[in-house]
């Protein structure tokens, strides 16, 4: 069992340009938390903080101000803290086509965090391993020797989730894991994922802006807006009965088939 | 990148289907410059293991080709293409020694620097700036002018010197690129550290960039040795291209009208530095597609008039 939290995070980013140094408050006083065996959504339109959101939590930027605990502890930012905290809480980027190495095999992707995080040594056990987080990801184990550039984005994309499975980790981002691909294999992408959670008991936060995946995919949903959390609650609840005026054009705009049943 | 790379020669039809752009005919260039430098290089590897002594002083002076001796002999009756042989060795030598230099240099202080950020880049970019905007051929000149006994690696040293900077420059901008791709972030997210992160996952993707800047490098240094040692600067004692057309110089090879003596060293500067163009053209438009389509473009443009011409009179006459 564990749990990730943010504890009042803000996050400003210092513009360049202009002598004031002006700065962009791209995250404000955000608090909310992940625990295992649960998916929370994260939703919100482009520009709204998402991504940083997932930064922060990965360690790839410092906030600004407050808290980031993982199992109640701070998070470390560097050394041996920061290689074991890799290790439980791992991330699936949004473009596969950007997070795999060009020059690299599946291969190499997939070696790599298994032998940082110890849990493969020899050449043959790599291989085996390697093999293994593929035919999870449902992937022939043939496509370890593949280059990115081979494979199409949802094969792409299945190789970045078997690389972010590869630490055995406790909690799992996914920022809009699927908003890159075709529309027609997203269904399978997110089935997946869901599948992984349930059979690791791993904490998710699934960032997209569709509020119907949000919805069908995880038990609470956090609603975003220009920086702030302006809406959290249990999926259900934000969607029929929004409170926030954002939340409710952003339900009302979502294809739901409740509502049109109601009417 | 291997892709294109290794996508060589390929059939017409190609070039006219937009999808099949990376199997047009691209490697001729490249193949015409691989085969004459590689030419050359061989000469020079080779040549001086089978022709005798370029020193060696006879009294068949000033001989024009022929007579057993395939380039003639100089003013002391020395034999040209031995000379030659040497002088390809010692210019070879200057432009691999200061080739590999200026890239280590290069990549060091663009590379390291824009990766690491911060204060480590402010202060590469400051030497680099400092580097680039001081004269390089008379820095030079004034460096070789002040050491009295000057080797060829002190000689390789002062040409790397000054030829490195510019590359740091771009090798700094695309890596300032690199480092920002989610394919980086990706490594940090996995536990990679920074040292390895830079060599396996951004440096292979510099690859193309470096072998062109190393190309550039290597023409610059012949260039500019044989500059040098054309005004008596170069190292000596070393044979090499400049040198041999210093000697030429200096023994009115010219003026004698001896041009076995002086045109085979230019020649040869001339197209070796050609060819390590040609070699860098292909690389840069592998770099580059852009720079690919408008060679195309061009090509095509070229293509156009003349057929033009020949169909335009056949249409008039159907018309009217
Ligand atoms: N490195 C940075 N420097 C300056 N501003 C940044 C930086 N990264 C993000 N921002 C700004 O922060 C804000 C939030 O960006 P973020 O990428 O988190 O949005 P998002 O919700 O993920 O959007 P999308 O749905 O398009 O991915 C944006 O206004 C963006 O311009
Ligand atoms: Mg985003």
Known sequence: MSTLEFHNVVKEYRLRGGWHGRTLKAVKDVSFAIESGKTVALVGQSGSGKSTIAKLLMQLERPTSGQILFDGVPVQNRGAGLRQYRRDVQMVFQDPFASLNPFHTVGHHLARPLKLHGKAKTAEETDVAVAELLTRVRLDPEMAAKHPHEMSGGQRQRVAIARALAPQPRILVADEPVSMLDVSIRLGVLNLLADLQRAENLGVLYITHDLATARHFSDEILVMYQGEIVEAGPSDEVILNPQHPYTQLLAEAAPNPEKRLAL | ?320
């Open chain 2, 1 to 320: 990148m291997e892709q294109t790379l290794e996508a060589p020669r390929a059939s017409a039809a190609a070039a006219v289907q937009p999808k099949k752009r990376q199997r047009r005919p691209r490697s001729a260039k490249l193949m015409a410059g691989l085969i004459i430098a590689g030419a050359i290089a061989l000469f020079g590897i080779l040549g001086p293991l089978f022709l005798g002594d370029p020193n060696a002083i006879s009294n068949d002076t000033l001989a024009a080709p022929g007579n057993g001796m395939l380039l003639g002999t100089t003013q002391t009756g020395q034999d040209v293409l031995a000379q030659l042989a040497h002088a390809t060795r010692g210019s070879l030598t200057i432009g691999v020694l200061v080739g590999a230099m200026a890239i280590v240099a290069s990549a060091f202080f663009g590379i390291v620097g824009a990766y690491i950020g911060g204060w480590t880049d402010e202060t590469f970019s400051l030497i680099t700036n400092v580097m680039l905007v001081i004269p390089g051929l008379p820095l030079v000149i004034v460096i070789s002018s002040y050491v009295p006994d000057k080797g060829l690696l002190l000689i390789a040293g002062v040409l790397a010197l000054t030829s490195w900077a510019g590359g740091a420059r771009v090798l700094r901008a695309v890596t300032l690129s690199l480092r920002n791709r989610d394919y980086v972030a990706a490594s940090r997210v996995s536990g990679e550290k920074t040292w390895r992160i830079l060599m396996v996952e951004i440096l292979p993707n510099l690859m193309p960039i470096l072998a062109s800047q190393m190309v550039f490098a290597v023409i610059f240094a012949i260039l500019g040795e044989a500059g040098l040692a054309f005004i008596g600067l170069g190292a000596s004692g070393t044979w090499t291209w400049g040198s041999m057309l210093f000697y030429a110089q200096n023994g009115l090879a010219l003026r004698l009208g001896a041009w076995w003596w002086f045109v085979p060293p230019g020649l040869l500067i001339a197209v070796f530095g050609a060819a390590l163009s040609l070699i860098n053209f292909s690389i840069d438009e592998i770099i580059n597609p852009k720079l690919r389509d408008q060679t195309l473009a061009a090509r095509k443009r070229w293509n156009t008039p003349r057929t033009k011409k020949l169909t335009v009179p056949g249409t008039e006459k159907t018309s009217s």
